[in-house]
């Protein structure tokens, strides 16, 4: 019964919400096709959180359903001139969302990932990086936090910890039945890979799905980004590695930690070499040579193309399901905006009589909790669009840069939920280790995500009145 309500659910409820009069929702002047997106959204918050089917496929579902009852181009008996029933969105909108900028951006930086693992230099960088930790433990777990941080910010989290993890299973080994300093390496790596996706624009989905909002006035460049996602990064790491190593005190008093391998030095490793490093400079220097982050992440692509570093095989490595599942966001929130419907419920919520302050933190917690039992990128999906309603609505009320602090705030907090081995990927491989609990993983997730987010307020502020946002 509890799985056929999984799958009755996310069609039942939203069915009811396509026949219900307007009038139901206790929003004055409800349109149709504002109403046929309160369902469209009732079903992908369901399905998110169900998961009756792939969270991509609820994504891909987003957009149909978008092209097929709210579009200039849909089925023919959902179509209607009455201008009081709302205006249909335009079909190229819509299937626009599929070739974002953002998805570019991702997919430059997938590209980027597959060059680096094909041609051996995340490992070759592991092995080079950890050489200065020695062999005390708690340093060396030090070292394989800062590179697990590191390279999530420009890699996939999930690929990040299975690549690390495959490193340090021979140091488990090392550790005796109950030696908890076992458990604080196995959760260092999913930890820091957690944290540092948080670090860049293309570190992890929900930064994709900021970026949308984060527009005209608000834009924000890959390097500004940094400027604070980096200091954040190195903050919550330090909080988090003393954190585990006063939790979880290792009982031996040396790890060696014996990595081999070379770096390559045929004319494609160079190449991919090259690409990584400029790639990475034209991100960071975006104010000087006028080109934005998004073309600059085609030129990877490009260049690996052309030069057969990734090839038609390559291809099938890419996460296309990452990719869909942030054009499905995308699409959600176009929907929400173009129809009119998150400005009319963000006018019908008595919002000014509450502090800025109190609906930043309100709305991120949300966000961290709702992170914690679903998908990132589905929770960021979902609040972003609404947050980023929001925002606008106060924008004399908030202070200076208020509504990017509100924004990036509840993206923040979505990469902080890590609770759970559900939580997110790289927990779920950590736990496969076989070597955390489930209460050991909640202990650590709870702490760091409400510290982190304590953190995030101070840094935003701080860099709010200094006027970087």
Request: with cysteine.
């Amino acid at each position: 019964m509890k799985n056929n309500m999984k799958f009755i659910l996310p069609i039942l409820i939203p069915l009811i919400i396509l026949l219900l009069p307007s009038s139901s929702f206790g929003i004055e002047g409800l349109t149709l096709v504002e109403q046929r997106v309160i369902a469209i959204f009732v079903m992908a918050a369901l399905c998110w959180v169900l998961e009756p089917i792939p969270i991509y496929a609820t994504s891909l579902l987003i957009i149909v359903l978008e092209l097929l009852i709210i579009s200039d181009q849909g089925l023919w008996f959902t179509k209607f001139e009455s201008p009081e029933l709302g205006e249909l969105i335009s079909y190229k909108v819509i299937m626009g969302t599929f070739a974002s900028p953002i998805i570019m951006l991702f997919l430059g930086g997938f590209f980027l990932a597959i060059a680096a693992t094909k041609y051996r230099l995340d490992i070759n960088l592991a092995r080079v990086l950890l050489k200065p930790f020695g062999q005390n433990p708690k340093y060396v777990m030090l070292g394989l936090m800062i590179i697990t941080a590191v390279f999530s910010m420009f890699m996939s989290n999930t690929a990040t910890t299975a690549m690390m993890l495959s490193i340090l299973t021979p140091v488990l080994a090392l550790f005796s039945q109950d030696d908890l300093g076992k458990v604080a390496f196995a959760l260092s790596v999913p930890v820091a890979a957690n944290i540092g996706g948080i670090g860049t624009p293309i570190g992890t989905p929900p930064n994709a799905v900021a970026l949308k909002y984060l527009v005209d006035e608000n834009s924000i460049s890959f390097g500004e980004w940094m400027i604070f996602g980096v200091p954040f990064v190195i903050l919550m790491l330090a909080i988090a590695w003393f954190f585990l190593i006063a939790l979880f005190p290792a009982s031996i008093k040396e790890i060696n930690l014996n990595i081999k391998g070379r770096f390559l030095k045929t004319p494609k490793a160079i190449t991919v070499y090259v690409t990584f490093i400029v790639t990475i400079l034209l991100w960071l220097m975006g104010g000087l040579h006028g080109m934005n982050s998004y073309v600059v992440a085609l030129i990877p692509v490009a260049v690996f193309s052309m030069f057969k570093i990734i090839t038609k095989e390559d291809l099938k490595k890419i996460s296309w399901d990452v990719l869909w599942l942030v054009s499905g966001g995308i699409a959600l929130g176009v929907a929400l905006d173009k129809s009119g419907l998150a400005k009319n419920a963000i006018d019908a919520i008595p919002f000014a009589g509450l502090h800025p302050l109190l609906l930043i933190a309100g709305a991120s917690l949300l966000c961290l909790l709702m992170a914690n039992f679903m998908s990132h990128t589905a929770t960021a999906n979902l609040l972003l669009p609404l947050v980023a309603a929001l925002g606008a609505s106060m924008h004399g009320l908030l202070p200076y840069g208020g509504e990017v602090v509100l924004i990036l705030a509840v993206t923040f907090a979505a990469s902080l939920g890590m609770s759970l081995p559900i939580s997110t990927p790289p927990n779920a491989l950590a736990f496969a280790s076989g070597h955390v609990e489930t209460k050991q993983m909640a202990k650590v997730g709870g702490v760091l995500g409400i510290v982190g987010l304590l953190v995030t307020y101070v840094m935003l502020f701080i860099l709010n009145q200094m006027e970087f946002i």
